[in-house]
């Protein structure tokens, strides 16, 4: 039988670097042909050689209806023929920044781009241009997108800036991010006495799905709080994973149910808000946005920002997961994924935790749950591309990185959950000692 899949990969290599668009959907991490994917259905997508397999990337995040949610589709199929965009504000935008300010309390403006990234980066040059300061806080581990300011790891020693983790990154583009560990409260105190005054502000993962999935703890959270109140810093919730994900209202309203009066600054989104187009947005308090032009002295635009079709898109989305019990459901599932991976390791003997909020899961071969990105980059590499093979192999599609986190949709069915238990335990009993 001839391998579509490595057909497409040999033909995308030539022209494509490394076959893909995106890094981690080259397989580099795990090895072997990376599944090219035909099309998909509910929790399960098939590959170019017709086999199918339940997926648990989702487009790494936004598809939390699944794929081809009926309401979805009759909804951008309606936008697409009264036109595909048109560089001229619409109905749909407006209707869109409402639905997103009513469900997240802490906003009061939002603007709408097209990638994470786009997001992210706007959100900085806002953070700095509202506060007129140069600094930066971010967490190693956490992923805000490629712009070149955030492509940086911490450098030696306590609290320094960080040196570039791409090329074509210069050094002094990177001068002033700190870059700091996750959940290292003494590292934070330390930031802020030194630095308080510069940072205009601190971003962070509320729960980090770029290091699998790792929780702020909640003192660390308050401390973050505290700390950027004090100094007159923005704190910026990067909630592109986790906003429409973990619960209704994001990653903050988790945070504000155990921290009274908790919330960020500034919020950035994305993933789920597009429904699987590209559809991104940051907001915060209305002083802070209203420095953005055209209003203010923060310059930013976007030829397809708000685009029509992609805010019908995620319109139709979030009109499904405010249906009352939505996020109960979705949460019950994923749990018992967890639960359930987590008494098929045990009876296989294997060392393992994990942890879920909502739609949203990771899983360890640790048996604590790691607090950091150094910890979460102790995990065995080779026993985590066994399992992801050995999964693959038995038709249940996981991230192809230990450092990326899971994803359940509201199409994973009972029977997808107890086909993957099965899966794992055949896989989890196969990975080498
Ligand atoms: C995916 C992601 C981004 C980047 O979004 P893109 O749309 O891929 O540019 C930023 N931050 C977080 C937390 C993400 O998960």
Redesign the pocket.
């Known amino acids: 039988m001839t391998d579509r899949n490595a057909e497409l990969f040999e033909r995308a290599k030539a022209l494509i670097p490394g076959g893909v668009n995106s890094p981690v959907r080259a397989f580099r991490a795990v090895g072997g042909t990376p599944r090219f994917v035909q099309r998909a259905q509910g929790a399960h997508f098939w590959d170019a050689n017709g086999r199918r397999y339940i997926d648990y990337i989702g487009s790494?995040?936004p598809m939390i209806l699944g794929h081809g949610h009926p309401a979805v589709v009759e909804a951008v199929h309606k936008a697409a023929l009264d036109g595909f965009s048109f560089g001229a504000p619409t109905e749909r935008e407006v209707a869109l920044a409402e639905a997103i300010v009513e469900l997240v309390p802490s906003l009061e403006m939002v603007r709408l781009v097209s990638?994470?990234?786009?997001a992210?980066m706007s959100a900085i040059r806002l953070a700095r241009g509202a506060t007129g300061r140069k600094k930066i806080v971010k967490f190693e581990g956490c992923?805000?997108?490629h712009a070149d300011a955030l492509l940086v790891k911490a450098g030696s020693g306590l609290a320094t800036f960080g040196n570039p983790t791409s090329a074509g990154v210069p050094p002094e583009v990177v001068q002033h991010t700190l870059v700091l560990e996750y959940n290292n409260l003494e590292q934070l105190e330390a930031a802020f006495a030194e630095h308080g005054a510069d940072i205009a502000c601190l971003m962070i993962?509320p729960i980090a799905?770029?290091m699998n999935f790792v929780r702020a703890s909640v003192p660390f959270m308050t401390r973050c709080r505290e700390l950027c109140t004090k100094h007159g810093a923005l704190l910026a919730f990067?909630e592109?994973?986790t906003g429409f994900r973990v619960a209704l209202g994001g990653a903050q309203s988790v945070y504000a149910k155990l921290i009274p009066g908790f919330e960020p600054d500034m919020t950035?989104m994305?993933?789920v808000i597009g429904g699987g187009m590209p559809l991104?947005a940051f907001g915060g308090k209305r002083a802070v946005m209203e420095q953005l032009a055209p209003l203010g002295p923060v310059y930013q635009a976007g030829t397809l920002s708000g685009n029509p079709v992609a805010t019908a898109c995620g319109l139709a989305t979030l009109a499904e997961i405010r249906k009352p019990g939505f996020f109960d459901a979705l949460s019950a599932r994923t749990r018992a994924l967890v639960d359930g991976l987590k008494a098929e390791a045990r009876d296989a003997g294997v060392a393992f935790s994990g942890d879920s909020e909502g739609g949203m899961f990771g899983f360890f071969l640790m048996p604590e749950l790691p607090q950091n990105y150094q910890t979460v980059m102790k995990t065995d590499g080779a026993r985590f591309n066994a399992l992801f093979h050995g999964l693959l192999d038995r038709g249940v599609y996981i991230a192809p990185a230990l450092y990326e986190a899971g994803f359940v949709s509201a199409a994973h069915s009972e029977q997808d959950i107890a086909d993957t238990l099965s899966a794992a335990r055949e896989a989890l009993r196969q990975l080498p000692r």
């Open positions: 790494w995040g990638s994470g990234t786009e992210g992923y805000h997108g993962e799905g770029n990067d592109v994973m950035v994305g993933k991104a």
